[in-house]
């Protein structure tokens, strides 16, 4: 004999099944971000968000958002610190003024060597950089090491020596950097990444100055036609979530976002180490002439640039600055 079910027993096994389904959603993580699908980080976030799926099974749905969709590159921060957007990744200079112990890693040649950036990760200047983050709002979650190899193009001469600078109109980062090439007798620009090609090619600017990788992506060899290349600024994105969201997460799901955060910080090592020389090949297969500097010539710049850098650092961060300097050199 079949059972006849009461209409508040169905009722019931109605909501339950419908509770079940909602549970069953996953946890959506968009992340905004500045750079193009061909950019290495995206690779590294698309192996990001893959890992994160496999370890939470599905429970947590990493969405990517780059080239600006989301918000603007000024705008990630305070959307996240808002929770209008769940996370996204900054280049650690972005902060400017609002953290300025993150530009720390731009000091010229301070932070080139290869065994520091991949001790990093685990060390006490990030955790005192994370806890900067904090302070301001957002939850740091990974640090993922960019670029180390900056090149300096040119059209008429190649750029090799510190003399070579004089009177060089070049493209400069921000005013704490620009210290540096102005000590060595360049008159340096600050300009978007995206307004420089137009600005070599009219001749607004003598020079540029950016990662090899990202020369390259730009086509810098179809305006420029010498590129010096040297471990000058080393750069990260760092991955940051609302606070608010994340303590919502359950225990596992942020177990299995930092793990996966680990995993994408020692990946970026070896993806960046790689995309840079193979930029460097292909800027030589487009014609431009590249060298690459001597620890002799890397001295030499040093000796100028870094101590107008520190200064104008220390003159930003009178605060952590000491701190963070002090950190960095113990890694």
Do not use: C
Not at 89 to 107: D, H, Y
Not at 222 to 231: H, L, W
Not at 302 to 315: G, I, N, S
Request: proline share 6%; no cysteine; net charge positive.
């Amino acid at each position: 004999m079949i059972p006849i079910l009461s209409p508040r027993f169905l009722a019931a096994a109605a909501a339950l099944a419908f509770a079940a389904g909602v549970s069953a959603q996953p946890v959506v993580m968009r992340i905004s971000h500045q750079v193009p699908p061909a950019h290495h980080m995206t690779k590294m976030l698309e192996g990001f968000a893959a890992d994160v799926k496999a370890r939470t099974q599905g429970g947590v749905d990493v969405q990517i958002f780059g080239s600006e969709q989301l918000a603007k590159a000024a705008e990630n921060f305070p959307q996240v610190a808002r929770g209008t957007i769940e996370a996204a990744m900054s280049v650690n200079p972005q902060w400017g003024k609002t953290i300025p112990e993150m530009s720390a890693t731009l000091i010229p040649y301070a932070m080139s060597d290869l065994e520091r950036i991949k001790r990093f990760p685990t060390s006490e200047a990030r955790k005192f950089l994370d806890a900067k983050l904090e302070q301001r709002g957002v939850h740091s979650i990974a640090w993922l090491y960019i670029t180390r190899q900056t090149i300096i193009t040119s059209s008429k001469q190649p750029i090799i020596n510190v003399g070579d600078f004089k009177g060089v109109k070049i493209r400069g980062l921000n005013t704490m950097t620009d210290a540096g090439l102005v000590a060595a007798g360049a008159a340096p620009s600050a300009m978007a990444g995206s307004e420089v090609y137009q600005a070599l090619q009219s001749g607004v600017l003598d020079a540029g100055l950016t990662d090899v990788s990202a020369a390259f992506s730009r086509k810098y060899f179809e305006v420029q036609k010498y590129g010096t290349v040297g471990p000058i600024y080393t750069i990260y994105f760092h991955l940051y979530v609302n606070p608010a969201w994340w303590a919502k997460l359950k225990p596992e799901y942020r177990q299995a976002i930092e793990a996966a955060g680990a995993k994408a910080e020692a990946d970026a090592i070896g993806i960046t180490e790689a995309t840079a020389d193979a930029a460097i090949r292909d800027l030589q297969a487009k014609g431009m002439a590249i060298h690459l500097q001597t620890p002799a010539e890397q001295a030499a710049w040093r000796a100028v640039m870094e101590p107008a850098v520190r200064d104008a650092f220390l003159k930003s961060a009178p605060e952590g600055g000491p701190k963070i300097l002090e950190l960095l050199g113990k890694l």
